[in-house]
């Protein structure tokens, strides 16, 4: 009996966990693999031989590390180059040493890339032996094929929840003092997380990267706002950008290791622009930076099912030996109540493409989202998973990578 | 049979709205007032007639207001000031013409300031009918006297939490990508929030404002760190100041209407410093801003029980007639498990003054807090009550003042 690896890689999320212990499980229900090593740091650390064995796992470490935000077995952002087969064939070398059959990579567009190419790489040369599997996992929701992805809806839920919280902060002051508040999130090239502030019902404002910023548009409403109700609640994407494609955040960008731009300051920018123009005597900016993703006290309930579920479903699949190159996902069943079917797609079809927030669910002049996409985005923020807590604070698994 | 008034003031926190359900409910089981009025946006509001009647609150609204954050009445920063007596004559007349008995204050020193300036009016003039007593709140945790103020134990639950989560989050990536990771909190004068964030067990470097801050003994230490293990968790007060009192956070410094300076931008100074000297390459903040004080999914259940019964105790004082001038407050038991009892001090004893975190309690060099810095905060964070949803989101009461 050979044994598979499970690895995360790219930006953390509240649930990405959930998806190692469905592998986990999984395997103990219907052990087709002899070990389930954990790879930390992604690829950079497989090619480390840098393992934990996973296989024994408790039930209840199994369900703490459900509630446990951000990548347990650390992660990377190690991307393998096509053009250069040496990381390839030490890969391969490696898994053959450790007889490693499987390799579960949890991760976003760049990470089915590496599924995509893996599997590619394994064709070309004739290795029929050595398997790669995709599972879905980003807060931005921006992958093709899955009705939506693993991640997101938690962190859809803690914007949500803070939207509303902040609007009944930044409310309570008398009309006469006349305030904006912005809430900046994150969404570097899709508005789906900057759109789900939406479900709190207090948006006055909604700028996404879908939607080419006008500042004569925006100041206009901002100030319709302000002298309608003395307050304006804006919401912006760090991806908001001009006609021209130039972010409108503040400050210099610069590139990250995959050439992606580094945001942030979006929110700043338009304080700045409404403090200039004098459009309101008052702005507060609040960046939900990296607690959006990892504030796991807030996970959707339907979110932490499906990740756990997708882990369970990819180790399934793999029962069928042809099964390589392959995301699994999840398809919106059409029926009353919300409920998906899971499914697999080959990873090339999903890797380097970008899921846009639907145009034609976005209404003009920032005023917000569409009926049709409050239908998308409901059902997924349902639910509370019961969390445990230790000394008032949430219990986590102490991350792999650090024992 | 007379009437009160339960009003709010300053900042809003996660539980100040479970001080005015411990009024409401108090009187409903023990009907000394036969109105329970609330007055909307504070002193501002009463001074404007401006009220809503909450006497037959039903149980339903209580509990919802009780998981509601911010201040459900509306707030306002207007002071009355002794020199000026056009205001307190004018308060007094309305109390009056309503036929108010008690004013109940629910705020933090610049509230007790109110609170303690009233009574002396009505002292002066031979009032005898008309009372005022205080409430505390403040995630500040400054206030005088009292073990500790209500609202400050949810917050600091919401900052440890946020704390663990992004600590786990900045530590993902492989030792190679060298990190500082800024988490910002409240805390004008007191360190107490930031503090609070030790509970996490993460900290390696907090910057309090009770203690000058020195850059060449920071940078040392940031250094110190990402040599040992290429990460460092940074937890900065907004009050952070030098030797000679300036605050070193970046920008111009304003004043608020009551002459305090307007802060932010702690956490961004201390990022250029970092990444100026280059003592690491890479450096992100987290400001918490408003969510840290209305985040209330996270409440303390020790926090939110505590605000509730400083409302019941608060009404229940004033069946003596001579209780005015006095703020309520919690004092812990000296005894092996948590607890309080609750008593009643002058007002005048608590407004414009600041508790400070002790400096007995602030390890050297940044080095985070003592045992019994531990020993005190613990049992705060305690206990999480059962909030209900609606929709995937938190079911809150609509805003009194919007009504």
Redo the contacts between chains.
Sequence with gaps: MSNCIVA?SGG?TSVINATVAGVVKANQMNPIYEHVFGGL?GI??ILAERFVDLTDMTEEENRTLQQ????AL????YKLKRDNPEDFEKLLKIMEKHDVETLFYIGGNDSMDTVAALAEYAEKHNITDRRFVGCPKTVDNDLMHTDHCPGFASAA?FI???T???W???????ASRKEV?ILETMGRDAGWLAASAC??GKVDILILPEEPFDTDVFLKRVKECIDEKSKCYVVVSEGARFADGTYISAGESKNDLFGHAVLGGAGEALKALILETETAPRC????????Q??????Q?LVDRTEAYRLGLSAHMHTADKTFTGKMVGVKRRDCEEYDVEYFAIDADQVANYVKHFPAEWILPEYRGITEEAYAYL?P?????PY?T?K????A?VE?Y??R
Tied chains: 1, 2.
Excluded: M, W
């Design positions: 995360q953390p740091n950079e650390g446990t935000p951000s990548s650390g992660s990377c952002r839920k949500a929840t803070t509303l919280q902040t009944l902060d930044v409310n309570v002051y008398p508040l479900l709190s507060k900016v609040q960046d939900l930076s990296t607690a993703r990892s504030h796991a006290t807030e959707s409901r997924l923020i349902n639910g509370t969390i807590f000394d008032g604070l949430p986590y991350p990578y650090l």
